[in-house]
Each structure stands twice: as C-alpha cells, then as structure tokens.
C-alpha cells in the first residue's frame, strides 16, 4: 500500500507565498505510483485540504487526520514544505513529534535556534565556524540609542534583517553611519519583535545544499550567487524575481570549494539538521575562510530556488530526490508506523 504523505504548505507570514511555490514544484515530483499526496495548506483561518471536487475540508488538529467520504486519514510522514512561521521555526516539527509522525524537514529544536538568526550565528561562533560581527535588539530598544550603538560598534556596511524571518524580507543595507539607520530599524521591526544588524563580510557569495539520506550525510555542488548591479544585495527582488545570476556548479578552487564543503558539513553536524537544508556563506578572501551568513532548514524548491539547480548539477532527478528524503523518513522503525 502506497504511504499517505501530507504536503503542508501555506504558513502565517508573507513567506506563504514562497510555500505555496515549493509545493508546487514538490508535487509535480512525488510519484503517484509510490505515494498517495494530500496537500494540506495551513493558513491563519485554517488548516485545510482541498478535495477533487474543489471542497476544502478541515484537518483534525487533534491528530493530524483528515474525514474524506466518511472515511479517516492518518498520515505516514509529512513533507514540510512551508516557509517562515509555523513551520521552519519549529512550531510544526514539534506538533508532529508529540503525534509521533516523522517529517523531512529538521527537528524542532533545530528549527527554532536556526530561525532565530541571533542564536544561530551565536552557537556557530561559539563552534568555531567564522560568523560576522552583529549586534541584537528586541521591540523593546530604543531606536536613537540602537542606532547609535551600530555606528559605534560595527563597521559599516551593514545588513539590519529581522532576526527571525527569511527571503530578506524586510532587510535593508546601510553603506556609511551617515545612512538612515533608525529607518531601516523600523523597517526590519516591522516584520518581527526583534532585529540583527550585521556587519557586511565582504568576498564572493556562496550557497551549499546539505542533505541526509540513508547513505549519510550528502553535500549538493556549490551554487554561486551574484546580484544585479542594479540590487543593493541577494534581496527579495534578487531571489524571486530573476535579478540574480546563480552559477551552479560554481567555478572556483577545489581548495576553496573544499572548505565550503567540509564547513557546509561541520554545520549540519552542529546544528543537528535534518532532511535538506540550504547554508548561505561569503567566502572571505582576505582569510581565506568562508563565513556562515544563515542556515536554511526548509530551503525554497520553486522553479527560482538553489536546491533544484543543485540537485539537477549533481545528477539526480527532483523525483529521485525527494523520495530519497521521503525513503530515509519512512523508516520501519518511525514511532508512527503503526498508524493506521
């Protein structure tokens, strides 16, 4: 009997309309023939799944179910594919541990520290993985006094992001102190109750997809990422809406391409990650070290994102490679295979 796989998307933040983009691709790749796919789209009115006759019907949050013609629907494994808040902080993998269902994505733990941007380069530095100087605000700051901290303290440029948040929304770079820092404060607390403002590592941009399937642990080639001149950085616009050149495999040194690997490893090893993650670096020439700018633990699959441009330079199909992360889910020794 083909395994029930809900595909969850949607989300509370304005990531969703990135969710919605991975699970389109997600599922024009899932085989019909070895699973049965139901996609679940949680949204602040509800929790949903929408039936071949265009009826939406509600997911039973007391055990993830679903009543389709009078009949009850437990799930085998989750494929996460939902950005932003509930899901790649942590609150969803949680949900699903306490319901023993197993997921693709990272465990919940690992979710909530690698979303809060503060708590992850923290650990990372504190691992001895190179991370670039930052400071820290919560809502609470004062805005003068914030600002004048980050011309006192950091070298400029700067990126100020909110600290839990993806797709650079709300993030804004500052090229001199003279720039309008409280502006870009406001701007990035518009979209959280807390901000990180960062120095900028100056060198080439690089991004790593990192996989775990039941051979270990697996590095994607190397994607290198270069913004429009026209872009102030790997914004948004940059991301979603083609004003990037990404170069995958990337062309540098096997040397350099090496430590990225071995770090890109090292990372999801600390971390403790799960399924595919997506780790963005500069490599820094001067030191000839690549610095870790952020950890992606759900890692966009639209027809823009990195992670189909990787698998596809290493070989594999996107079919093949979803049910390689779907196969090491499904496990006999899950606590939810006795779901019936």
């Given at each position: 009997m083909r395994p029930r796989i809900a595909l969850v998307t949607g989300g509370y933040s304005g990531e969703s309309v990135i969710s919605y983009r991975t699970a389109d691709t997600i599922a024009q790749h899932l085989d019909p023939n070895r699973y049965q796919v139901y996609r679940i789209d949680i949204r602040p009115d509800g929790w949903w799944y929408t039936n071949t006759d265009g009826q939406h019907l509600p997911?039973?949050?007391?055990?993830?179910?679903?009543?389709?013609?009078?009949?009850?629907?437990?799930?085998?494994?989750?494929?996460?594919?939902?950005?932003?808040?509930?899901?790649?902080?942590?609150?969803?993998?949680?949900?699903?541990?306490?319901?023993?269902?197993?997921?693709?994505?990272?465990?919940?733990?690992?979710?909530?520290?690698?979303?809060?941007?503060?708590?992850?380069?923290?650990?990372?530095?504190?691992?001895?993985?190179?991370?670039?100087?930052?400071?820290?605000?919560?809502?609470?700051?004062?805005?003068?006094?914030?600002?004048?901290?980050?011309r006192s303290s950091l070298t400029f440029p700067v990126f100020v992001k909110p600290n839990n948040g993806g797709s650079s929304i709300g993030m804004s770079k500052l090229n001199q102190p003279d720039d309008d820092v409280e502006s870009a404060l406001e701007r990035a607390f518009r979209e959280d109750t807390q901000v990180l403002v960062e120095e900028m590592v100056q060198g080439r941009e690089f991004t790593v997809g990192v996989y775990r399937n039941r051979s270990g642990i697996q590095v994607l080639p190397i994607t290198e990422v270069v913004a429009d001149t026209q872009q102030p950085f790997f914004d948004f616009v940059a991301k979603y809406q083609g004003k990037s050149t990404e170069i995958t495999p990337a062309d540098l040194a096997e040397s350099k391409a090496d430590k990225l690997r071995s770090t890109a490893r090292r990372i999801y090893e600390v971390f403790g990650c799960a399924g595919v993650v997506r780790i963005d670096f500069i490599y820094h020439a001067e030191t000839d070290q690549p610095f870790m700018l952020e950890v992606n633990t759900i890692p966009g699959q639209s027809s823009a994102s990195i992670i189909p441009q990787q698998v596809r330079a290493a070989g594999l199909t996107l079919q093949g490679f979803y049910a390689e992360l779907l196969d090491h889910t499904l496990t006999p020794s899950t606590p939810s295979a006795s779901r019936s």
């Open positions: 997911v039973d949050k007391n055990d993830f179910s679903l009543t389709v013609n009078g009949v009850k629907i437990l799930f085998e494994a989750v494929f996460l594919a939902l950005h932003g808040t509930p899901g790649e902080d942590g609150k969803l993998p949680g949900y699903f541990d306490m319901l023993g269902i197993p997921y693709t994505c990272c465990p919940a733990a690992t979710s909530a520290v690698t979303f809060n941007k503060w708590y992850a380069t923290s650990i990372a530095g504190a691992a001895g993985i190179p991370v670039a100087r930052s400071l820290f605000f919560d809502h609470a700051a004062d805005r003068k006094q914030a600002a004048a901290s980050i």
